[in-house]
């Protein structure tokens, strides 16, 4: 059971417009929701967070946004840049629950010149 | 430089021949996890570690082992690989979850080729 689902695999985007990678779940206990960041060959890399008491958090060009009554969140890169063409995983966790993160199945981000 | 290190980087095997990746980060983070990656499925949680001498079951234990006899070090062991067993591997630490930290830092990873 995918509780976490990212259900666009790939997302192609042009340099300077803005990209918008969504993330649904299903458990409602879920409070706290990452996204991370991953090149080939290297392992992913935090990139922002938002807290359930929240519905936006903001660090530079990237935003997400959390609808907790829909269950879904979404990260926005704008103005997207070449180098952020990777994958991107979406995680979610309990904060009463400890440290385990459920990930997402990823979107690969591809920004084209 | 804080980092979490996995050994080796790449490895080919046969089925049966046990087999350990190693672990370490130099952060002092009590937690640390194992993840497998797998197309289509994402980061799967394979075992974690609270702390020293404390470890769990994740989502996907079946064939695996781990340890943790020093906070640094969280190997993970395949006893008797197998071909389902081919995925990329990432190990990750954090601080405890006490000091409202959630954000993992994940090592390099280790590409895993059981034939």
Redesign the interface.
Same mark, same amino acid.
């Given at each position: 059971d995918q509780q976490?689902k990212?259900n666009s695999?790939s997302l192609s985007v042009q340099e300077g417009r803005i990209s918008i990678l969504n993330c649904d779940y299903t458990n409602s206990m879920f409070d706290?929701f990452?996204w991370?960041k991953k090149y080939p /060959?290297?392992?992913? =890399?935090?990139l922002i967070?938002i807290s359930s008491i929240k519905d936006k958090n903001e660090d530079g060009r990237f935003t997400v946004f959390l609808n907790k009554s829909a269950k879904h969140l979404s990260l926005h890169i704008v103005p997207s840049q070449p180098g952020d063409s990777a994958v991107y995983?979406c /995680?979610a966790?309990t =904060?009463g629950g400890?440290?385990?993160?459920?990930?997402?199945?990823?979107t690969q981000l591809k920004v084209e010149l | 430089e804080a980092q979490?290190t996995q050994n080796p980087r790449y490895l080919i095997t046969v089925t049966g021949k046990k087999l350990t990746v190693t672990c370490s980060q130099n952060m002092n983070h009590e937690?640390m996890?194992w993840?497998r990656q797998d197309p289509?499925?994402?980061?799967?949680?394979i075992y974690?570690s609270?702390n020293v001498e404390v470890t769990d079951k994740?989502d996907v234990p079946e064939g695996y082992k781990v340890s943790r006899k020093e906070k640094r070090n969280f190997p993970l062991i395949l006893e008797s690989p197998s071909p389902n067993q081919t995925s990329l591997y990432?190990c990750?630490s954090?601080v405890?979850?006490n000091i409202?930290s959630?954000?993992?830092?994940?090592?390099?990873?280790t590409r895993l080729t059981v034939t």
């Amino acid at each position: 059971d995918q509780q976490v689902k990212q259900n666009s695999p790939s997302l192609s985007v042009q340099e300077g417009r803005i990209s918008i990678l969504n993330c649904d779940y299903t458990n409602s206990m879920f409070d706290y929701f990452l996204w991370y960041k991953k090149y080939p /060959a290297e392992g992913p =890399t935090f990139l922002i967070s938002i807290s359930s008491i929240k519905d936006k958090n903001e660090d530079g060009r990237f935003t997400v946004f959390l609808n907790k009554s829909a269950k879904h969140l979404s990260l926005h890169i704008v103005p997207s840049q070449p180098g952020d063409s990777a994958v991107y995983f979406c /995680a979610a966790t309990t =904060t009463g629950g400890g440290n385990k993160l459920t990930f997402g199945t990823g979107t690969q981000l591809k920004v084209e010149l | 430089e804080a980092q979490v290190t996995q050994n080796p980087r790449y490895l080919i095997t046969v089925t049966g021949k046990k087999l350990t990746v190693t672990c370490s980060q130099n952060m002092n983070h009590e937690y640390m996890s194992w993840y497998r990656q797998d197309p289509g499925l994402g980061l799967r949680q394979i075992y974690y570690s609270m702390n020293v001498e404390v470890t769990d079951k994740g989502d996907v234990p079946e064939g695996y082992k781990v340890s943790r006899k020093e906070k640094r070090n969280f190997p993970l062991i395949l006893e008797s690989p197998s071909p389902n067993q081919t995925s990329l591997y990432f190990c990750a630490s954090s601080v405890d979850r006490n000091i409202l930290s959630y954000e993992q830092y994940f090592g390099p990873g280790t590409r895993l080729t059981v034939t």
